[in-house]
């Protein structure tokens, strides 16, 4: 054994590790994750934790359970026996805090609030959600469909190739960004019709990238040695194929999650995007529009979030695609 | 006359996985006319001995660490080690030729032969555009490339391989330097091809005199071009001697495992097992203190593995990197 | 059933070059022309030439990487020459490959205990316990040890990777076995150990090895019997303890031109003008006259046919019959 033990992901590892910026990324990447999926612990109108006349409760999955402004007026009121523990901000993103409509930030309205008193923070914390998924599906759905006809293309070559190739080369002529305009205007704008799109046009890039990496890879002796031993070609595609196309395909996913964060909020921005009453960071900044200029921290806010999001996941992508680069190691 | 004195040869490389000892303490001596053969198994550190020697070894990660290069011509002794870049630059082609072990890779895609050569000379000689061009076609004649008028024109993907390697060639005698490095030359070629290239550098090295450094792991090679042998084993010479003493007289183990381990034409061998050195070579960046063959060899004793083995403590009376020798 | 493991009659492969916008075939690389050869059971037919002369070529027609454009590949008695590849599935298990490149030839993304037990994977002729064991055995039998089972190929030296890739071929206990320059990666003090090891599973498994090389030293001392090719075409058999006895003159030119580990030999060398021809542009009539140092004017314009010369001896030669034995062959032989 020449080498120590050190599997190929482990030397990826290695090399990634070299990026102070992108190791951040990647907390700041993990953290966004975290935070998106305790949103309803962190940011909620109701109590996480409550005991009401003996009995114990989670009001924050109940909708019809009172609110904490609700609560803090039968507080006084009722006997001892109500207790509860509050989320850390205890406004949730649709929650209307009339009392301070359009408030810079304050104590209470840690980032303010916008011009229907919305809490910003709130907001924020629950519009990561919606850009963690749509950057999850979307290209979750491209990945998929890109490696299928990637595979197909580079594996079978002839007719299948020369049909994949030519769609690919229609669909790149296309001005993506209009055509999901137009498919939305049909289809009507939803979160879900808006993964769907971004994902059926956006496997463009990661079909060529397979298709490349599998003519690569389809004349190497180790795939002839699986047809000699008689292995079918989906197994070939499956086994000695696509594992070489994995880490290149993994930095164009990560640039991807980053292009469909910005195209949902630009989308949302334009107002094609999530309805009104759902907060996304796009939605967030059109209505900023209206307050320019009184409300700073209206746009500052999500605008910092959607650039800070997008530089982590294209440094990820970037330290990625150093760290399998082709000359230093196979 | 001596043309060349090596003292204490050491290049290092400093990787992620520690210091690769590629070159260490190399020590030999090149004279006039004469061939040095450098054998020994792929990654024993040959390629990076020929680099050193021209100062070509990548600065980072690599380094020459310590030792020295005496090159002896007409303007008298000096250390390569010490010149500067710009002495150095006109040493290399000039005074000392180099051809690569990649034909392919070592000569430019995009400029003609004829465009390559004729730069090389016209760096180093100087004259006028005619006189390059008429000293670039006797090159590829002298190296046997017939039409060279023809030739000259064509780009390097328009040659054979053999044809390449001669091109390589007569780049390298294009200035007739003292000294030419030829790292393993003939390896990517076929054997009929091979005896060509053979027969013409030996051809050629009687007729202007020079001293080549011929790098190989073809033993059969070796014999045919040495007048001396050095061979190497992960990073160090272990053995040096005449043609006549390595092949009809080793001494290291290693050396005695290798000779015997190429099949030969002799009748009643066919079939019969060929001996072999059980083991891989160790790694250079992690070897062991003592003798780095112990693992392989058959007369391995605890000496070997405690204790640094100097140049010649069985008294041979040449380099033989053995205890028990 | 035939004698014969193996027949190939008149088996013909020519490569397209495409060139200009529309891809149109320009020329094309006549990589085999018309090659026969018969391997009989339990034989090592060695198959030597120059880089190129296409001997991967016709390892890959024979084992059906390929298609060839004319001929017959007769394999334990079926004709495979156009079976559609899920007839030629089951047929696989009898024929086997070793590749060149030890680096090149195990996927580096799978254990070595996955890239042996590939094969019964896909037959399902074991279970995946019994698979275990039997990838076992193999190892120790190639001299691996059973840690090697989790590893990577990168893990591994030249030599110890060719191991894995001798396993993988003989795992379906096959018929015959096409070893493509098998040793040619590999250094000086491995490749004994790498030829002992082919000749030690033949002898166990009663393997037919088509040993392919461009080392005559290599090819001389495993095989039976040698075929010598040049430029697509088979230019001289004969049985490979006879060398020696060897008359045709690319033959000659070959095995003087290896040079010989002995300082103080001197040797007449037949050192041949000019270069390996193209196989884009084969000379007409016999393919070795360019370089011939006795070609006559019937060999630029008549092609000679591979005909019988001696006991086990064949030639592709007009002037078989007055060429003589080189002296250096028999001066190698009385060393
Ligand atoms: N740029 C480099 N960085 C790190 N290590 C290097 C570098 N160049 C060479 N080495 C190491 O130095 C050692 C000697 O390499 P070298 O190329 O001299 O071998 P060689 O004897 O010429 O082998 P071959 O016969 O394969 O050409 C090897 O272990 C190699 O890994
Ligand atoms: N897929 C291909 N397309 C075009 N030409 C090819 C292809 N494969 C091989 N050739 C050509 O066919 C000829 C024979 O090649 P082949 O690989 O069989 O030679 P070889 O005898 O195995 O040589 P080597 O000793 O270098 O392995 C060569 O000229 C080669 O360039
Ligand atoms: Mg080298
Ligand atoms: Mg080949």
Redesign the pocket.
Known sequence: MVNERQTYASMIWRQFKKSRLAVVSLFVVAALVVIALLAPFIANERPILMRHAGEWSMPIFDKASLTLSELDVIKDSSSGDLWFINPPIPFGPTTYDLDSVLSPPTKKHLLGTDGDGRDIVSQLIWGSRISLSVGVVAIGIAAIIGIIFGLLAGYFGGWADMIISRLIEIMTCFPTFFLILTVLAFVGPSIFNIMVVIGITGWTGIARLVRGECLKVRGRQFVHAAVVSGARDGRIMWRHILPHALAPVLVSVSFGVASAILAEAALSFLGFGVPASTASWGSMLSEAQEYMDIGWWLTLVPGSAIFVTIMAYNLIGEALRDAIDPNMKT | MTLLQVRNLTTQ?F?DEGV?K?VDGATFNLDKGKTLCIV?E????????SLSLMRLI?EP??RIVQGEIMFNDVQGERDLLKLSNEEMRRIRGKRIGMIF?EPMTSLNPVYTIGNQIGEAIALHEGGSNKQVKERTIRMLELVGIPAPEQRMREYPHQLSGGMRQRAMIAMALSCTPDILIAD?PTTALDVTIQAQILDLMRELQRELGMAIIFVT?DLGVVAEMADQIAVMYAGKFVEVGTAQQIFNDPKHPYTQGLLKSIPSFEKGTEGKRLPTIPGVVPS?SNLPMGCAFADRCEKVKDRCRGEAVSEDPCNVGRLVRCFYA | MSESLLNIQNLTKGFPIRGGILGREVARVQAVRGVDISIDRGEVLGLVGESGCGKSTLGMLILRLIDPDAGKIIFDGQDITTMPQSKLRPIRKSMQVVFQDPYASLNPRMSVGDIIGEPLLVHKVTSSKERRDRVMDLLKLVGLNEKAYGRYPHEFSGGQRQRVGIARAIILTPKLVIADEPVSALDVSIRGEILNLLEDLKDRFSLTYLFISHDLKVVEHISDRIAVMYLGQIMEMFPASELCEARHPYTQALVSAIPVPDPDAKRERIVLKGDVPSPIDPPSGCSFHPRCPYAKDVCKSQEPQLDKYGDGFFAACHFIDEMKAHSVGSELASK
């Open positions: 490389f990787t690769v590629a020994g792929s990654g024993c550190g040959k390629s990076v001995m990548p990660p690599g072990q393993e792991h250079l």
